[in-house]
């Protein structure tokens, strides 16, 4: 089998611990299969010399939509494009993903089943992308927030069947609308939505399959539901309070705040070309947005990190400038790396495969040039991308392909 050493960079193993030198990561085939002290190995060949550079695990993000384009108004261009155009420019939305070292994704909801064609081509080699944990469909209640792409679902017999549908057609994982949201006019992120049996329900059918759950939810009554029913991750998480931080900490329930989906849509705003009712919404709830998550970070929830990739002006690619959003509301670099690698995984149900650097994982490893533990934005600086082993960015010199 083919046997890679990766010599002379600082290692970040994701758990959050400090940035170790002095060893070399030894891949074989698509596995990490020793970490071993560094010059210890023979030099020849199949060594990688990243002196100077930075080794994590390949970052995850737990929140994208490969059906979204990050334009202004993205759910315009998705209606308008031809359902084959949408398909293509799906599958670069992955290339331009992996390439910034992000090597799984949690797609959150969709349409025509791509994200589930994304997911097995990668898979299969045949397309450059991340590994791909796919929703199928959002399941909302009618006229509710996420409609115009979702499963809607009302009375708890048929959110059940909503969400049998979407195992039916291969989802990973299944996603709930329970609030109003900001992306689709006439709700408010202030109402909640399903109703409990109705969050109940799709939870207890997805647990029945051994999938995992995630709760759009903004609204406090709709959180404490989807909490109270046992949900894995909530996402946006807009109206939290104090007692139900505590819950999901206890719980072990993760957020996934997408800081940047509501910065980038305040920060640009109408002029930009952003729907009048998004820009509304998102600068009314965006103080509150970041008072939850100080209420979480403090509280000790699982911090999991996901950017909603595909709305307005927060493209698909890099997950740095999340990051950035969360060292600024005061988590240390280390830990948003860790939110976004080791915490991920376990959200995800993945932290057997991906998520640390260790012996007996999948090799999805990410250099940077730089010290991202000093400064986060070091991490955008990618150098070498590996996922299962196969090299997919090589930005260092005198090295194998
Ligand atoms: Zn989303």
């Given at each position: 089998m083919e046997r890679l050493i990766l010599s002379g960079a600082a290692l970040i193993d994701g758990t959050g611990s400090a940035p170790v030198k002095g060893r070399a990561v030894v891949v074989e085939g698509d596995r990490i299969v020793a970490v071993i002290p560094d010059g210890r190995h023979p030099a020849g060949p199949t060594v990688l010399d990243l002196e100077g550079l930075t080794l994590l695990p390949g970052l995850i993000n737990c929140h994208v939509h490969f059906c979204l384009g990050g334009e202004p108004d993205p759910a315009?261009?998705?209606?308008?494009?031809?359902?084959?155009?949408?398909?293509l420019k799906a599958a670069l939305r992955a290339r331009q993903t992996v390439e910034a070292g992000v090597t799984t994704v949690r797609d959150l909801g969709g349409i025509d089943g791509i994200a589930l064609a994304i997911r097995d081509t990668t898979r299969a080699g045949l397309i450059p992308g991340p590994r791909v944990l796919a929703a199928a469909r959002g399941i909302c209640m009618t006229g509710g927030h996420g409609w115009q792409f979702g499963r809607e679902a009302d009375g708890p017999d048929e959110v059940r069947k909503a969400?049998?549908?979407?195992?039916?057609?291969g989802a990973d994982v299944i996603k709930i609308f329970a609030t109003g949201g900001v992306m689709t006019p006439g709700v408010e992120p202030g109402s909640p939505q399903l109703t409990p049996e109705e969050v109940r329900a799709a939870i207890e059918e997805a647990r029945k399959a051994g999938r995992r759950t995630a709760a759009h939810a903004q609204a406090e009554q709709g959180i404490a539901a989807c909490v109270d029913a046992g949900i894995d991750s909530i996402e946006h998480g807009i109206f939290l309070t104090e007692p139900i931080a505590q819950k999901m900490a206890k719980a072990g329930i993760a957020l996934v705040a997408t800081l940047i989906a509501p910065e980038q849509i305040?920060?640009?705003?109408?002029?930009?070309?952003?729907?009048?009712?998004?820009?509304?919404?998102?600068?009314?709830?965006?103080g509150r947005h970041l008072?939850?998550?100080?209420?979480?970070?403090?509280a000790g929830v699982p911090i999991a990190a996901g950017t909603d990739a595909g709305t307005p002006l927060n493209p698909h690619g890099?997950?740095?400038?999340?990051?950035?959003?969360?060292?600024?509301?005061?988590?240390?670099?280390?830990?948003?790396?860790?939110?976004a690698t080791a915490t991920a995984a376990r959200l995800v149900a993945l932290g057997h495969?991906?998520?640390?650097?260790?012996?007996g994982l999948a090799a999805d490893l990410v250099a940077v040039d730089g010290h991202p533990e000093e400064r986060i934005e070091a991490l955008a600086d990618v150098r070498l991308v590996l996922t299962s082993g196969r090299i997919v960015v090589q930005r260092v010199a005198g090295a194998p392909r």
């Open positions: 315009k261009v998705l209606a308008e494009d031809p359902p084959a155009t949408r398909v969400v049998r549908e979407q195992l039916k057609a305040v920060v640009h705003g109408v002029k930009a070309g952003i729907p009048e009712f998004a820009v509304r919404k998102s600068e009314a709830v965006r008072e939850s998550f100080h209420m979480a970070v403090r890099s997950i740095v400038p999340e990051l950035a959003l969360m060292v600024k509301a005061g988590m240390t670099p280390l830990e948003t790396i860790r939110a495969e991906v998520g640390t650097i260790a012996p």
